[in-house]
């Protein structure tokens, strides 16, 4: 079955750019949508269709997805960026998630 | 502005099922997919499944096929989701979730917004 990988944890400082991976065969091949999730609230859609920026996501987010690697990069790293991240993409009809990343600003 | 209002906690014994509901407002509810993901404690996201409210087809993932149901009362725009036989892995916070207008394929599906979770505890 298709599996998604992502580190457990990715440490930046205030400003700098944090870089959040995420694995699969072939997964350039397929459209990969990222989600943050804060303590105790829902998760929010961040990028959507590799790359694009929904309304109201801060210019700072960006994404790409080429060869077998997806990547959400956030540039200028606030600490009000600290949350849990999750790729998503589907595969066979059904939707699958990355085990997520703990984003930490410090 | 878009959004989806989960019903409130419950607490089951295993073997029991659960009906859990969510209600769109913002936005015409026959015109986008409703999905339901779940998040065990301290654990990941995993996709359910996905309802289209205009006619009520659904695709469930295969692995609660046999004991999920996921239908639509079009009175009361109104999406629910029912797990039977369940167990204490069961036990997370359940979330729907906006997808894409039908017909969009599968891949072009994302969740945006997500509703505020219900939290299911399965204990004796």
């Known amino acids: 079955s298709y599996e998604l990988t992502q580190p457990p944890s990715v440490s930046v400082s205030p400003g700098q750019t944090a870089s959040i991976t995420c694995s699969g065969d072939?997964?350039?091949?397929?459209?990969v949508y990222w989600y943050q999730q804060k303590p105790g609230q829902s998760p929010v859609l961040v990028i959507y269709l590799d790359s694009k920026r929904p309304s109201g996501i801060p210019e700072r987010f960006s994404g790409s997805n080429s060869g077998n690697t997806a990547t959400l990069t956030i540039s200028g790293t606030q600490a009000i960026d600290e949350a849990d991240y999750y790729c998503q993409t589907w595969d066979s009809s059904t939707a699958l998630f990355g085990g997520g990343t703990k984003l930490t600003v410090l | 502005q878009v959004q989806l209002l989960q019903s409130g906690a419950e607490v089951r014994k295993p073997g029991a099922s659960v009906k859990l509901s969510c209600k769109p407002s913002g936005y015409t509810f026959s015109n986008f997919y409703i999905h339901w993901v779940r998040q065990a404690p301290g654990q990941g996201l995993e996709w359910m499944g996905i309802i289209n409210p205009s006619g009520g087809s659904t695709s469930y993932a295969q692995k609660f096929r046999g004991r999920l149901t996921m239908t639509t009362d079009t009175s009361t725009t109104t999406v629910y989701m029912e797990l039977s036989s369940l167990t204490s892995e069961d036990m997370a916070v359940y979330y729907c979730a906006r997808g894409q207008p039908p017909p969009a394929g599968f891949s072009n599906n994302y969740f945006d917004p997500w509703g505020q979770g219900t939290l299911v505890t399965v204990s004796s």
């Open positions: 072939n997964l350039g091949n397929k459209y």
